[in-house]
């Protein structure tokens, strides 16, 4: 199994290595060109600054390849500005792929200064969570499941083949369960 970390802008190098951690014998790759993309079998598309992924994405041309992928059953999962690309809406500015039924607002858990590194439950496992200029979830469409919440909001969803966390698991080093989680989705894609 191979899995790629969309290597544009972001935390890649941590998604990597907990991927790795996991299991040795998963391949974890830098995603940046069509081609790498083509042997993925699941995409992380990391945390950043969306604005300057969607134009890095548009300039790498990986905007229809990942779009068609993702179409086909392809697992992608975006954390935070990641999740900001998948999301249907975005308020204020044009959605990017559309293809998580979520509406977004972004920054508004605050500035840089505001971050903040809390704990809860994501689908039954009590995990921490770092949020960075993350976005708020302001609405949940009927077909995604929510698999975490801050503060009575959703901040990791799912819908199908599709995983979206506002805040940064890859930036708790010693705790790999949400790669594995992701992990579990990409082989029962395979099967
Ligand atoms: N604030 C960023 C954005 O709106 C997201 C921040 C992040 O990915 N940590 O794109």
Not at 30 to 57: H, W
Not at 76 to 97: D, K, M, P, Q
Not at 107 to 130: C, K, L, P, W
Request: glycine content about 8%; aromatic content about 8%.
């Amino acid at each position: 199994m191979t899995i790629g970390v969309l290597a544009l802008q972001g935390s890649v190098a941590e998604h990597i290595k907990l991927i790795k951690s996991v299991n040795k014998k998963i391949d974890a790759v830098p995603v940046k060109t069509i081609d790498e993309l083509a042997a993925v079998d699941g995409l992380i598309i990391p945390g950043g600054e969306s604005t300057t992924l969607r134009i890095l994405l548009d300039e790498f041309k990986l905007y229809t390849p990942i779009r068609t992928r993702v179409e086909a059953g392809m697992p992608v999962w975006g954390t935070c500005a990641g999740l900001i690309l998948l999301a249907n809406r975005i308020e204020g500015e044009r959605s990017y792929f559309g293809l998580l039924d979520i509406d977004v607002k972004r920054n508004a858990y605050g500035r840089q200064i505001d971050s903040f590194v809390t704990e809860g439950d994501f689908a039954g496992m009590y995990v921490g969570m770092v949020f960075i200029r993350a976005p708020f979830i302001t609405r949940v469409g009927p077909n995604v499941e929510v698999l975490a919440e801050h503060d009575g909001r959703a901040v990791a969803v799912k819908q199908d083949n599709i995983l979206a966390t506002v805040f940064h698991p890859e930036l708790i080093a010693r705790d790999n369960r949400i790669h594995k989680y992701f992990i579990n989705m990409v082989e029962e894609s395979l099967k």
